[in-house]
């Protein structure tokens, strides 16, 4: 199992920016990639970005490319999501979630952790 904790959520004005980590702990040889989806009030869940856990590589939605960006430190077992230019509608439940080598989809989640961007 893998075992995921959020943190760096909060309260930004339209145009900041915040950083969210994620602490990954357990099994992380197990680990294919990494993600981070969001979910606002009355909307499904949404992919944001994902990065492979060996390679690095990392893809995004349209609607965040050029504005946020997924990294990850293999050696603190983190994974960040730097969010700039912040727009009203990234306001959502943050969560960060890990898809195995089993390559089953989003096998581990978060608690998740709040964005909220005022106007």
């Known amino acids: 199992q893998v075992q995921l904790v959020e943190s760096g959520g909060g309260l930004v004005q339209a145009g900041g920016s915040l950083r969210l980590s994620c602490a990954v702990s357990?099994?992380?040889?197990?680990?294919?990639?990494m993600g981070w989806l969001r979910q606002a009030p009355g909307k499904e869940r949404e992919f944001v970005a994902a990065?492979?856990?060996?390679?690095?590589?990392?893809n995004y939605a349209d609607s965040v490319k050029d504005r946020f960006t997924i990294s990850r430190d293999n050696a603190k077992n983190t994974v960040y999501l730097q969010m700039n230019n912040l727009k009203p509608e990234d306001t959502a439940r943050y969560y960060c979630?890990?898809?195995?080598?089993?390559?089953?989809?989003?096998?581990?989640w978060g608690q998740g952790t709040q964005v909220t961007v005022s106007s």
């Open positions: 357990g099994r992380t040889f197990s680990i294919f990639r």
């Open positions: 990065i492979s856990w060996s390679s690095g590589a990392t």
């Open positions: 979630a890990a898809e195995l080598r089993t390559r089953r989809g989003w096998d581990s």
